[in-house]
């Protein structure tokens, strides 16, 4: 199967990108099942500030990095904040998944039917 979205980490000393939470995965999964559209899934993503995570993953860019302070996350504080980040984002999702497929509107079926490529206008 051709790696036509494969991303090459290879290189790069840090990443910042999606976090890695449930709300995403299940989003996610509904494209690649065909159920919401590659517009519907990207306004998804923007869903309920859910948030980014940063990994640091050479010696070269840890070696950079510089403790300033710490603060003790309280566990209510935190899971109270985590799940209305969570229930606002599934909330909005209701909606994206109640706005109309249009035609014009690509599927995970199209790209892997057209194999479409990064760069592609329609992404």
């Keep these: 199967m051709p790696k036509n979205f494969h991303v090459d980490v290879e290189a790069y000393d840090v990443i910042r990108g999606y976090r890695a939470d449930d709300s995403y995965f299940s989003f996610a999964q ?3 099942s065909g159920a919401i559209s590659y517009p519907q899934l990207t306004a998804a993503m923007r ?13 070269r860019a840890f070696s950079r990095l510089k403790f300033i ?5 309280v566990r209510e504080d935190w899971l109270d904040a985590k799940e209305s980040r969570d229930s606002s984002a599934r ?5 994206v998944r109640k706005t109309p497929y249009r035609l014009e509107d690509i599927s995970i079926q199209q790209i892997i039917q057209e194999r479409i490529v990064p760069g592609d206008p329609r992404l």
């Design 69 to 73: 302070s710490a603060k003790e996350a």
């Design 91 to 95: 909330r909005g999702y209701f909606d």
């Design 30 to 32: 509904d494209f690649i």
């Design 47 to 59: 869903l309920g500030k859910l948030g980014e995570q940063i990994v640091v993953k050479s010696r």
